[in-house]
C-alpha cells in the first residue's frame, strides 16, 4: 500500500504531506523517483530532502534537521490558500463514494480531528488518500464530513467553492481507486491475491470498476527496503 502510495507523487511536486503513512510515503518517492519533490509540513516544516532517520510525526527532530524552513501552520496554509500545492497526501477513519473523509465522530469513537486535513482537501490541486481498507471505513455516506472529497457528485465542489481538484486517487491495503466524470470512485488496480468479490466485500456501496482493472505493481526490493527502513512501527 506504502509502495503504490508513493508512486502517485510526480519528481517536482510540492506536496502537502499529512501524518503516519504518508510520512513513510513521501520518503520512500523522495529516495526513489522523486528526488526534487518537496514537502510540507503543517507544523511549518518545508524540506526537500527525506528525514534523516525515521519519523512518526511531523514534530519528530529528524524531520526538522535540514529541512529548508521551519515557519508556522499561518505560513503553510497560506501557501494552500494560494494554490502553490500540486498534492495533499491525506488520510481517514472513514470515507464514502465521493471521496469524502470522516477523521472527527463515530457513534463509538472520538477520532483525532481534521488537523490540517480540511484545507488541504479544500485546496490542494489534487489529492491522493491512503488508508486501511474494512468495511467499517468504506461507508455509503461518512458519519461525518470532515474533509470534503466531491461532495455529492460533479460539481458539488465549485458549488460550495472549493478551488481545489479534490480527490485523484484513493489507495488502500486492497487496491487503487481513481474518479469517474461523476466523481464517484471507481476500482482501477487490484494489489496481488485481491479479487473484485473481495474489495466489494469490504466497501459499503455497490462498487463500480475502471473498463480495464490492472494488478498493482508489487513493491520492488528497494521501495521495501526503504518502507521497512522508515516503518518501524509496522
Not at 35 to 64: A, K, Q, Y
Not at 82 to 107: H, K, M, Q, S, V
Not at 121 to 128: E, L
Not at 211 to 224: F, G, S
Request: aromatic content about 6%; charged content about 20%; glycine content about 12%.
Amino acid at each position: 500500500m506504502i509502495a503504490a502510495a508513493a508512486r502517485e507523487i510526480r519528481d517536482g511536486e510540492v506536496v502537502f504531506v499529512g501524518m503516519r503513512l504518508p510520512l513513510v510515503a513521501f520518503a520512500v518517492a523522495k529516495e526513489l523517483h522523486a528526488p526534487t519533490t518537496i514537502g510540507i509540513f503543517e507544523n511549518g516544516v518545508i524540506r526537500d530532502r527525506r528525514p534523516l532517520s525515521p519519523i512518526v510525526t511531523m514534530g519528530d527532530p529528524p524531520n526538522i534537521a535540514a529541512a529548508i524552513a521551519c515557519s508556522g501552520l499561518i505560513d503553510v496554509m497560506a501557501l494552500l490558500q494560494r494554490g502553490r500545492i500540486d498534492l495533499g497526501f491525506i488520510g481517514g477513519a472513514e470515507i464514502d463514494r465521493y471521496g469524502n473523509l470522516n477523521t472527527n465522530w463515530t457513534p463509538e469513537l472520538r477520532l483525532p480531528g481534521s488537523g490540517g486535513a480540511a484545507d488541504i482537501a479544500s485546496f490542494a490541486r489534487r489529492t491522493v488518500i491512503i488508508m486501511t481498507h474494512e468495511p467499517r471505513r468504506f461507508r455509503d455516506r461518512v458519519q461525518y464530513l470532515t474533509s470534503a472529497g466531491h461532495g455529492t457528485g460533479k460539481g458539488w465542489r465549485q458549488s460550495v467553492g472549493l478551488s481545489g481538484g479534490g480527490p485523484s486517487k484513493v489507495v488502500t491495503s486492497l487496491g487503487i481507486f481513481s474518479f469517474d466524470n461523476s466523481g464517484e470512485m471507481i476500482l482501477a488496480s487490484l494489489h496481488p491475491g485481491t479479487t473484485k468479490e473481495g474489495v466489494q466485500a469490504a466497501t459499503g456501496w455497490p462498487l463500480r470498476s475502471a473498463p480495464t482493472v490492472t494488478e498493482t505493481q508489487p513493491p520492488t526490493v528497494d521501495e521495501l527496503t526503504l518502507i521497512r527502513q522508515f516503518d518501524t512501527l509496522g
